[in-house]
């Protein structure tokens, strides 16, 4: 599913946590869960981790399954 992501920033990590994996039918799947990107502190900056929640819709192709459609959302802190 991930092979078009761009290259990664030196030192810096992905991680793809599913929560859920679902397979619907023959031709079609969806994932849900959560993504973190950690870029490591350069210089005086703190360090970057970005979470996301994402949900995939995956379909099947001639040549595998492929994703169909993605949905990201960045998270948000809590408002007071």
Same mark, same amino acid.
């Given at each position: 599913? =991930?092979?078009?992501?761009?290259?990664?920033?030196?030192? #810096? #990590? =992905?991680?793809?946590?599913? $929560?859920?994996?679902?397979? *619907?039918?023959?031709?079609? #799947?969806? &994932? =849900?869960? $959560?993504? %973190?990107?950690? *870029?490591? &502190?350069?210089?005086?900056?703190?360090?970057?981790?970005?979470?996301?929640?994402?949900?995939?819709? *995956?379909? %099947? $192709?001639?040549?595998?399954? %492929? $994703?169909?459609?993605?949905?990201? @959302? &960045?998270?948000?802190?809590?408002? @007071?």
């Amino acid at each position: 599913m =991930f092979e078009s992501r761009p290259e990664l920033p030196p030192g #810096a #990590a =992905f991680e793809v946590c599913p $929560t859920e994996l679902e397979v *619907i039918n023959s031709d079609w #799947a969806y &994932a =849900f869960g $959560t993504d %973190k990107l950690t *870029i490591p &502190a350069r210089g005086d900056e703190s360090p970057v981790e970005e979470t996301m929640t994402f949900m995939v819709l *995956i379909r %099947k $192709t001639p040549r595998g399954w %492929k $994703t169909f459609r993605e949905v990201l @959302s &960045a998270d948000q802190p809590p408002v @007071s």
